[in-house]
């Protein structure tokens, strides 16, 4: 099956992460060893949709040994793919808990010890270094759980319990690497999996009816031998991103499977964006998606909408009835921060506050045609079977907001020299600093907060992507202009243009601790976008 590891024995023949002169030193005979025989023009084969191997808890706790190491991956390719992983697979493997459970993981990191001795934080630094966020989960972001703080590096290991409250809400959610200077590396190694928490939405009877698919679009950064390269090290400015020169978007681990339906058939699927930055607008010609959840949180009534965008880290749980028999093309136009207009993007503000474009990101030129829409899979839907039918309500996600204690506004922003070259990405103008004092929200209290797209003349327009850990938000405004209804997320995109921004309240509620809150394009989270948290008991809150 494509996705899964080859020998050991290969694997161990090759230090997956070394620059590609490395790859390049190998016997002829080794890299033809390598090559797959892929047809001309390295057509790849159809696959069937392959699903991650689930993990699922019994006895109120899910036990999970998972190991960072460098892996040797089929992923339909003209060759094999050599990068980083979570035991020896791209995605990792699929977690399904319930509220109630603890999750206890063993992280052993066996990636190659890295040869940057440089340690900028906002600059790429100690990329094999790791750790364990669980994306969207309300859980406790300090001591062993949750904790992005904690850093795991080659050759050591560490032990994490994640207790989820009873009623955590079911829904889709993720994990992935969470290290600071090291999220982009092994993110767009593709070490990331769906993390899904069981509950109330799973009783509904149509959604109960349904087959389920796990769908994780991965964008995967590689070289022209299809090995990940590493960052460079004391990079300069335009040094400073990720270099690449050739881009897989793959659907869990594959590319371009074939998923079947029959006609009237309804299916569920779970879908995640687990790209670095890229932003995912999909289309299934012929169909809509009745959306049920965003980023795990139900929506009232499933919303039809014929084209879905997901921005880096975003899921969305969808049902699909599939119409005649035929041959559907699941089609993804991808975006960048840099060139997020597609399809399904939230439209921008007032062109009076766009800039002149005179100012470009600096960063290794795009890999040609990787933001070309393309298919990424196929429906085939032929056969019979009993028609099915769709909900009309649903147990909402909507728990309501505390009084407001206190209103923050906060811009992300680019830094940059007198001569206006690129220097990093920041909150409010400075660059990620763990020793900064965080913001202190107190517990048992909820925030409104607005996050402007800092206005910056001289820079071209660029989208960003807002995330924070521990507690969701509800968006109540764009551009100060009331959203009706409003939008439980926990994370959405920031419009490209100068001047945006979102406002939103969120509740800070069961745990105390700090946490992070980050562009989801992880590349500007490492070059310096994130800044701290840290919710304060009531009893301590006369030091915020
Ligand atoms: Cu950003």
Redesign the pocket.
Known sequence: MAGSPISRRTVLSYSVGIAAATYAGLAAKQRMELARAAGPGGAAPRAELPAPRVLSSADGELRVALTARPGIVDMGAPRLVRTYTYNNVVPGYTWEVRGGDTLKVHLRNRLPPARDPVMAMDRPHAWTTTNLHTHGLHVSPAGNADNVFLAVPPGEEHHLEIPLPRDHPGGIFWYHPHCHGAVTQQLRAGMAGALIVRGAIDEVEEVAAAREHVMVLQSIELGDDYQLLDPIPEPTAAQSFFPRTNVLYTVNGVLTPTLRMYPGEVQRWRLLNAAEGKFMSLQLKRHDFHVLAWDGLTLPAPDATDVLMLSAGNRAEVLIRAGRPGRYDLVLTPGS?QRPDIPGMPAAGSPARRPQAMATMPGFPAVAGELDPRTIATVEVAGHGRAMGLPTGLPAFDPPILPIARRREFA?TVQRTAGHEFLN?GVDGVPFDPARPPYRPVLGTAEEWTLTNAFDPKLMEHA??FHVHTNPFKITKRNGTALSPPLWRDTYVLTKSAGDSITFESNFVDYPGKFVEH?H?VS?EDLG?MSSIEVIPPDESSQR
């Open positions: 921060s992300f990405f960003h992507v562009c394009v500007h976008m």
